[in-house]
């Protein structure tokens, strides 16, 4: 069974920092490049970072760029977003999954409120 299960979020103020964690399961996870999502409150939910199926390779919206930092380790079959100088714009929930055309069931996802 193919799972995904996101963890880290949290209520931080802005400027602060936090680390997402997604737990992969499936040999489809560490075989492909992964990204992370995220969901505003009445907004459509948006990819804001990519790596590829190695690591060696990332990419980040412009929004989250020089703030937000993703990797993996295949080995744990984990990928993880480190997210700092948090502003109340990421307030979302957060997400990972395959690229888009290729995106699995997703999972729960992790709350992230960035709030004084």
């Known amino acids: 069974q193919v799972r995904l299960v996101e963890s880290g979020g949290g209520l931080v103020p802005p400027g602060g920092s936090l680390r997402l964690s997604c737990a992969t399961s499936?040999?489809?996870?560490?075989?492909?490049?992964m990204g992370w999502y995220r969901q505003a409150p009445s907004k459509q939910r948006e990819l804001v970072a990519t790596i590829t199926r190695g690591g060696a390779g990332t990419s980040y919206t412009d929004s989250v760029k020089g703030r937000f930092t993703i990797s993996r380790d295949n080995a744990k079959n984990m990928v993880y977003l480190q997210m700092n100088s948090l502003r109340p714009e990421d307030t979302a929930v957060y997400y990972c999954?395959?690229?888009?055309?290729?995106?699995?069931?997703w999972g729960q996802g992790t709350q992230v409120t960035v709030s004084s």
């Open positions: 999954n395959l690229l888009p055309g290729k995106v699995s069931d």
């Open positions: 499936g040999s489809i996870f560490s075989s492909n490049a």
